[in-house]
Nanobody, 111 residues
Framework: QVQVAESGGGLVQPGGSLRLSCAVS????????MDWYRQAPGKQRELVAA???????NYGDSVKGRFTISRDNGKNMAYLQMNSLKPEDTAVYYC?????WGQGTQVTVSS
């Protein structure tokens, strides 16, 4: 059974940075796509970023130019580097891989 676990969330001031990590319990070699989503209170879950096995990436409009998704197939990991954070980035961030969701990690951007 595939397990996905996020880490790296926390409280950060506006303009700050965080790096989220996603650990997958099985090999991700050949896994076509891995995604990061987020869900803020009272809002629907939305796509933040996605990366394919070939390294193609796409981002939600609200995070383009600020967030960077990456993956390390050798470590079965995906990452989300978040820079220039804004209060509206506050949400629970989820990693999605092989049809499995992690438990999420809370990111709070506040002064």
């Amino acid at each position: 059974q595939v397990q996905v676990a996020e880490s790296g969330g926390g409280l950060v001031q506006p303009g700050g940075s965080l790096r989220l990590s996603c650990a997958v319990s099985v090999s991700i070699f050949g896994v076509y796509k891995m995604d990061w989503y987020r869900q803020a209170p009272g809002k629907q879950r939305e796509l933040v970023a996605a990366i394919t096995s070939g390294g193609y990436t796409n981002y939600g409009d609200s995070v383009k130019g600020r967030f960077t998704i990456s993956r390390d197939n050798g470590k079965n990991m995906a990452y989300l580097q978040m820079n220039s954070l804004k209060p509206e980035d506050t949400a629970v961030y989820y990693c999605h891989c092989l049809g499995t969701w992690g438990q999420g990690t809370q990111v709070t951007v506040s002064s």
